[in-house]
């Protein structure tokens, strides 16, 4: 208990020293679980694959289920053909090419085991693009389809590298057998997550009296619930978690936001707790033997397979080539290529933890190199837009019967507006209601006569329908400041 109170405060401590470099939290991790690993303080000896494998194979339950309960339908439709292109075709294509040109360079390694580590290194990170494009001003439509394709394209790796795994394990099987299994997982993975998804919707509305608490029980019940099933109908169960979370985070269901929330958390601790462990599991003078395959791999995933399967898959899609080559650089590695990397060691096939510590090399140099050179690159493409702080925010009402109102946070933007109004004055929104107003870390509880000025945030209950008229309301009842046009046009928008 010592040593992990000593890892935990580790990083915590190195994470508030690095935090203005934007260092993804799965590096930090890792690295921490590298120093108090047995290479180089030796405070903890881990050796065990297939017991990493099975914490990975939970981990990845949770993190996969909250992805799919974080995206939402309304921005998957502006982005959905490439997306959905680039998360199953995508992942076949650059696992294909990654395999066949390391096999025609490094004749040695076996096809197999080449295609294999193609399919362990084809999807992008979640966790890092999230990172990395957390608080920067990305295109809004090219920051979604990004963060959409790293989530939603996990799954598909994890298929096709235990499809590909399969293959090695007993090729005796037969080439139609796989392939039939292979279709069988995704359709059932799938088809499976969104009935048990519907199903625990409706359960949920059926005893939506019950206490938060409750449901914390009962959605991690659920997500056990559908990955269970899915294994035991020999379909995927990780597809079957992610598309279950995507059908409940898009309905109306009891404490909706307060779970959002705590998925959040349980993400972030799950992340963090999984990629130390992993970081114990290396062996960095290992690397000595593997570094020249693990440099060529990348060069093969960064200039050939990724751009060869962006430029493919968005050919007919309204995507410049602006924004199509911040999509490849974009092609970041992370915590599934990891975990996916002790299944061959799990399984027998990677006894000296070859494939494993190829696949750490890679993921490490593709966050490093591409995770700190993302954001410059996309300022030298003018991909950034201007900073503008958003006029409202939807936070958490809690409630347990369906309701049709909102709880939104409203800043009035001293950029824009100046003097000051009466609460009393506002002509707001049948049945609106301002509920306070915070000012400079106080929090005012507001009258008819209470003045509200620039730089204030009000919390407002207000009807769904009226939701985006509450801006223009409120900022109506102030003086516009003398503002040049493209200000002008910024200020009518919000």
């Known amino acids: 208990m010592l040593i992990a109170s000593l890892v935990l405060l580790t990083l915590v401590l190195i994470a508030s020293i690095f935090h203005k470099i934007n260092i993804p939290v799965i590096i930090l991790s890792l690295t921490i679980g590298i120093i108090f690993g047995s290479d180089v303080t030796g405070l903890i000896y881990f050796d065990n694959t297939v017991f990493a494998k099975e914490v990975a194979n939970i981990a990845l339950m949770f993190i996969l289920f909250i992805g799919g309960f974080g995206t939402k339908k309304q921005s998957f439709r502006s982005v959905l053909r490439p997306v959905s292109l ?27 085991y080449a295609l294999l580590l193609g399919s362990i290194l084809a999807s992008t990170d979640a966790a890092a693009v999230f990172s990395i494009l957390k608080g920067k001003n990305v295109e809004p439509k090219l920051r979604t389809l990004t963060e959409l394709e790293s989530v939603a394209n996990d799954p598909m790796a994890i298929v096709l590298t235990l499809f590909v795994i399969g293959l090695i394990q007993g090729a005796q099987s037969g080439i139609l057998s796989s392939i039939l299994n292979f279709l069988w997982q995704l359709a059932g993975g799938i088809g499976i997550g969104i009935g048990i998804g519907w199903l625990a919707v409706y359960v949920m509305k059926k005893v939506r009296q019950s206490e938060a608490e409750y449901f914390i029980i009962y959605m991690i019940a659920v997500v056990l619930f559908s990955y269970s099933i899915a294994n035991v109908s020999r379909a995927s169960g990780m597809l079957s978690v992610f598309f279950t979370g995507l059908v409940m985070g898009n309905q109306n269901i009891p404490y909706k ?13 799950t992340n963090v707790g999984l990629f130390i462990l992993l970081g114990l599991l290396v062996f960095p ?14 060069l093969i995933l960064s200039l050939v397979s990724r751009p060869i399967t962006v430029f493919l ?35 027998g096939l990677d006894p000296d933890h070859e494939i494993f510590n190829i696949v750490f090399f890679v993921v490490t140099l593709s966050v490093v190199i591409q995770g ?7 300022r030298k493409l003018n991909l950034l837009v ?9 936070v958490d009402l809690v409630t347990v019967t369906d309701t049709n109102f909102e709880l939104v946070e409203v800043y009035i933007d001293e950029d824009f507006y100046e003097g000051s109004c009466r609460v009393a004055d506002m002509e707001l929104p049948p049945g609106t209601l301002i509920t ?16 509200v000025f620039p730089r204030d945030i009000l919390t407002i209950l207000v009807d769904k329908q009226y939701i985006e008229m509450i801006p223009i309301d409120i900022l109506r009842s102030f003086v516009m400041k003398q503002l040049d046009n493209a200000d002008r046009e910024r200020a009518s928008e919000a």
């Not at 700190?372 to 996309?378: G, K, Q, V």
């Not at 201007?386 to 939807?394: E, G, L, N, Q, S």
Request: charged share 15%; proline share 5%; net charge positive.
């Open 313 to 347: 898959l968005t050919w007919f899609c309204d995507i410049g080539l602006k924004e199509k080559t911040f999509l490849i650089a974009a092609g970041i590695k992370g915590s599934v290529p990891i975990v996916l990397a002790t299944y061959p060691s799990a399984m």
């Open 257 to 269: 936001k307060g779970l959002l929330s705590f998925n959040n958390i349980i993400s972030f601790i």
């Open 436 to 451: 306070l107003v915070k000012r400079e870390g106080q929090v005012i509880s507001p009258q008819g006569s209470t003045e």
């Open 285 to 298: 003078h290992n690397f000595a033997k593997i570094w020249g395959n693990g440099i060529l791999i990348f």
């Open 86 to 112: 680039l998360a199953t075709v995508g992942i076949v294509t650059t696992a294909l090419i990654t395999g066949f040109v390391f096999h025609l360079l490094v004749p040695k390694v076996p096809l197999l």
């Open 386 to 394: 201007k900073d503008r702080r958003k006029t409202y925010k939807i």
């Open 372 to 378: 700190t050179s993302l954001i410059p690159l996309a």
